[in-house]
């Protein structure tokens, strides 16, 4: 079956989270005190999108056990348009269930309440990725991962850097509006955003934009670059950029997650900004590797340079 069915395993730990995911949605639901209309309807909208991942993810794994059935969907276009259904509405739980308006993993202030719903919809999220990368790679034959690994040298931590600078955007811009924005009219007292809590708000916007813009863009020019002095000039900026994005993201934790930050409980951002940060230190140190072992090597031939004229002298 696995020789058959490369995703199989994939798709089992998929149906797993998805059960665990709406059990945990359900239990989240009955027990929410956000009673607001808007919020009854996107929780309503969180708890179908659970089902729908639930029964389609059931479906295919019961498929795998029915080889005359399995070969009309497996390993076809079919199978590729479930797995990119399932991310799209796996996508727009993980909103639902991580946005403070609409009372399922997160409370009033922020912070995780509901640590199996929370997780489990990031996991499900990861698993489905993982989904669409096998199939692109078992069907079209394109390894995603080792392009990204073996295409350049830093290239798959620039793209995560990027990945992880939109979260921190999005989990900004999302709790400036519900606190600080026009979302926040009718909110009590101890939900609405101090200005220094709407400022740091806005500040992990930036940064967030500055990460994600920068990231992709150098990801972009070390696929495209070929020639040595394009080389060269590229890696003197990932220099400069890696150590701009260190401090500023050094500074963001320092602010975000301090005790009047909106990173300050375990959220979206709180993970975002010390993900940029770590993923920042990775580049940095592989920059300053790399720049040691280059110059080391430049002495060296300089040394048999030297050696080699004074031997002909």
């Not at 740091?200 to 040595?228: E, P, W």
């Amino acid at each position: 079956m696995s020789s058959a069915s490369p995703r199989f395993g994939y798709w089992v730990s998929f149906f797993i989270l998805s059960v665990v995911t709406l059990g945990a949605l359900i239990e989240a639901r009955a027990h929410t005190d956000r009673l607001s209309p808007a919020a009854q309807s996107n929780q309503k909208y969180a708890v179908a999108c659970c089902v729908i991942l639930f029964l389609l993810s059931m479906m295919v794994v019961v498929l795998h056990t029915l080889p005359l059935l399995s070969s009309i969907i497996l390993g076809t276009k079919i199978e590729g348009g479930i797995i990119l259904v399932l991310l799209t509405f796996w996508s727009a739980l993980v909103a639902i269930v991580s946005d403070t308006r609409h009372g399922l993993a997160t409370d009033s202030s922020g912070s995780i309440s509901n640590g199996n719903l929370y997780y489990f919809s990031w996991a499900g999220l990861a698993a489905g990725v993982a989904l669409m990368l096998s199939f692109v790679r078992s069907v079209w034959g394109i390894d995603v991962t080792a392009e990204l690994r073996n295409r350049a040298k830093r290239l798959q931590f620039w793209v995560w850097l990027g990945i992880i600078g939109l979260i921190q955007m999005g989990s900004s811009a999302r709790l400036f509006d519900n606190h600080c924005g026009q979302a926040s009219i009718g909110l009590g007292e101890t939900e609405m955003g101090t200005i220094k809590f709407c400022r740091r708000c806005q500040m992990g916007i930036v940064l967030g934009i500055f990460n994600a813009v920068a990231s992709l863009a150098i990801a972009g020019l070390k696929i495209g670059a070929t020639n040595s002095k394009t080389l060269t000039w590229l890696f003197m900026t990932e220099m400069i950029l890696s150590g701009v994005m260190v401090t500023s993201q050094a500074f963001g934790v320092a602010l975000l997650t301090s005790r009047e930050g909106p990173g300050a409980p375990l959220n979206n951002l709180f993970y975002s900004s010390w993900g940029s940060l770590v993923v920042g230190l990775i580049l940095v140190a592989s920059c300053v590797e790399d720049w040691s072992a280059a110059k080391d090597s430049g002495l060296d031939e300089e040394g048999e340079r030297l050696h080699l004229s004074e031997g002909i002298s």
